[in-house]
């Protein structure tokens, strides 16, 4: 008997009729990076179906203010700190 040399691309965790909900941002939160962009199939190893599906729940999730658009690293970084145009007095 022949030995399986490759390993499966799936998630056993995740069976193709798993369905992902966008109620359930703990399981999304799963496939977003850390700079808020969403991880690939090929990082993810959910099959293309189900990363169709998890991209389409995401951004659901993101209109619906449940997972965040990105970080707050990337929304002030290069940014030069606001200073009011009214001078101090002491």
């Known amino acids: 008997m022949l030995k399986k ?10 069976p193709i009729e798993f369905k992902f909900d966008y109620k359930d941002p703990v399981t999304l939160f799963r496939f977003v990076m850390d700079g808020g ?6 990082i993810s190893k959910v ?11 995401i951004k ?3 209109d619906l203010a449940l997972l965040p658009v ?3 690293a990337s929304d002030t970084f290069g940014r030069p700190e606001q200073i009011s145009a009214k001078p101090f007095e002491f």
């Not at 040399?5 to 995740?14: A, D, G, L, M, V």
């Not at 962009?37 to 090929?42: A, E, L, V």
């Not at 099959?47 to 729940?57: C, E, F, I, P």
């Open 47 to 57: 099959s293309l179906k189900q990363q169709r599906d998890v991209s389409s729940k």
């Open 5 to 14: 040399t490759t390993r499966s691309k799936f998630r056993p965790e995740y």
């Open 60 to 62: 659901t999730a993101r």
């Open 37 to 42: 962009k969403i991880t690939p199939s090929r």
């Open 70 to 72: 990105g970080t707050d």
